[in-house]
C-alpha cells in the first residue's frame, strides 16, 4: 500500500513537469554602425536614420570668502 502511494505520487509528479512551457526567445535586434558620417555614428534600429550620441562633462570647485572667489581646478 505504501509503495502504490509513492509510485502514484511519482506518476502525478512527472506529469506536472511536463506542463512546463518554455517560450520561444525574441530574436535580438542589436545596432547596426554607420559609416556614412564618420567613426561613431550608428542606425536608429527600424529606420536609416544614422545618429551619434557625445559629449563631456566639467566641474569647477572653488574656495575664498564672501566677497570673492579664487578657483583651485
Do not use: M, N
Amino acid at each position: 500500500l505504501l509503495g502504490s502511494a509513492a509510485a502514484l505520487i511519482a506518476v502525478s509528479g512527472a506529469r506536472a513537469a511536463d506542463a512546463v512551457v518554455v517560450a520561444e526567445p525574441e530574436p535580438a535586434e542589436y545596432v547596426k554602425i554607420c559609416d556614412v558620417y564618420g567613426s561613431g555614428y550608428f542606425y536608429i534600429p527600424g529606420t536609416e536614420t544614422c545618429l551619434r550620441i557625445g559629449g563631456f562633462v566639467r566641474y569647477d570647485i572653488g574656495i575664498g570668502d564672501r566677497e570673492g572667489h579664487q578657483d583651485v581646478a
